[in-house]
């Protein structure tokens, strides 16, 4: 998956990131000290997102902020979706919505998401809406 800029040049010159298309296989054969619940995660909606057939991108602030997936609708950025087990700790949830704040202010996306393992809730950022939605339930949605 390609990083998101309206540069060109930046987008050529920040690294990609590579998903597995086969979990269980890529978590049995991965070199790892201890389970990467959050990476699994990711790895599933990436998945999703392509089946999908979604124009997706991760994307970082100014400030270093990284937001897993930009949703791009021909020129409008459309979502903005971090995915974590859970925002149960503050620290954490503080860590997603400064994420998705400095999308708000840098690229306006229309919609915010948090996917959790099963937390549901809304938030609000800077006068928009950030749906907390658990994943089982995100992927059932159309």
Known sequence: MDFFDYSIKRQIYNPSKIYSVDTALSSSISFKFSQNI?????????????????????????????????????????????????????KVKDREIKALTDAKYELNPEHFIILTEDEEGVETVADNEVKIIPLWKWFISP
């Not at 999703?48 to 997706?56: A, S, V």
């Not at 602030?61 to 979502?79: C, Y």
Request: charged share 35%; glycine share 6%.
């Open 38 to 90: 959050g990476h699994l995660y990711e790895n599933l909606v990436f998945l999703e997102l392509k089946r999908k057939n979604e124009d997706i991108f991760y994307w970082k602030s100014k400030r270093g902020r990284e937001v897993d997936f930009i949703i791009k609708k021909g020129l409008k950025i459309e979502k903005a979706i971090q995915v974590t087990v859970s925002v149960s700790d503050q």
